[in-house]
């Protein structure tokens, strides 16, 4: 090898060396302090591309849960409601059969009718306080699905397709043939018959909001079982492994310190050409 003191070939080396190393140690000292292998594009283009893809789909699938949290509350008030005027209607077909007996007096009558009217105001109250949300399923008189029905949207594209339409239902529209009075026998006779009608309608809704509220809540489990699953998914993609990292930070650190001492090495070559003349 020439020695010269124009071009130190070996000092370029181990700069280079030096370089190589203080980018590396840069990058491991990046993925330690971020916790990311892959914190931006230029980590690893298509990586990261893939990545963002996934966190993407993740926030829309939070938008899917609020959807179905909102449905189930929606739901779960209009259920408490029905099952509130199965119970009043309940209670208001047993002060009509006890108004159809032609045994009781007048004024006997009278008192089971204010009782009577006062569980029919119930019923309307009980029906138009049945919202949340601003949302009514079950005051609607008449349905128009296009407005009433309840959309819950089931995938981050938000398609109407896949969707989960939950039918308004038109309760207050059955009430309408009850609310009379029982203040003779053959009017006590007919709420008897309204009540048994309208209180299948109501159990009938109860089902059906009942299995719409079952589906919401397995729908909202899968969605956070998905979550899960993309969330695991990104972390395989883009995080670091802190264990590896740590052990490479410090095989890094001793190869930075190996490199800067040889490159104090190859520095200090040239000054030995001036043992050369010394005796000049």
Known sequence: ????????????????QLNN??????????????GYKVAASKDDPSTFAVAQKQR??????????QSAQRGLNILDVSIKALETLSNLLIEMKSKAVQASNPAITPQSRLLIDTDYQAYVAQLATVIDSAS???????????VNPLTDDLI?????TASTAASIIIPAINIKAVTVSVLTNVLDVPAATAEVTALD?????????????????????????????????????????????????SAKLKSVQIQQQLSTQSLQIANSR???????????
């Open 152 to 156: 819950v949207i089931t995938e981050p």
């Open 197 to 245: 009608g309208m209180l299948q309608a109501v159990n009938n809704a109860l089902a059906a909001l009942g299995g719409s509220s079952s589906r919401l809540e397995s729908h909202s489990s899968f969605v956070k079982k998905l979550q899960d699953s993309l969330t695991v998914g990104i972390g395989f993609l883009v995080d670091a492994d802190l264990t590896a990292e």
């Open 1 to 16: 090898m020439v020695t010269s003191i124009k071009t130190n070939t070996a000092a370029l080396i181990a700069l280079q």
């Open 56 to 65: 993407a789909d993740l926030d829309g699938y939070d938008a899917v849960d």
């Open 21 to 34: 190393t203080s980018r590396e140690l840069d990058i491991t000292q990046n993925r330690v302090s971020t």
């Open 270 to 280: 040239p000054q030995l050409i001036l043992a050369l003349f010394q005796d000049s």
């Open 132 to 142: 949340f949300d601003n949302t009514n399923l079950i005051n609607k008189n008449p």
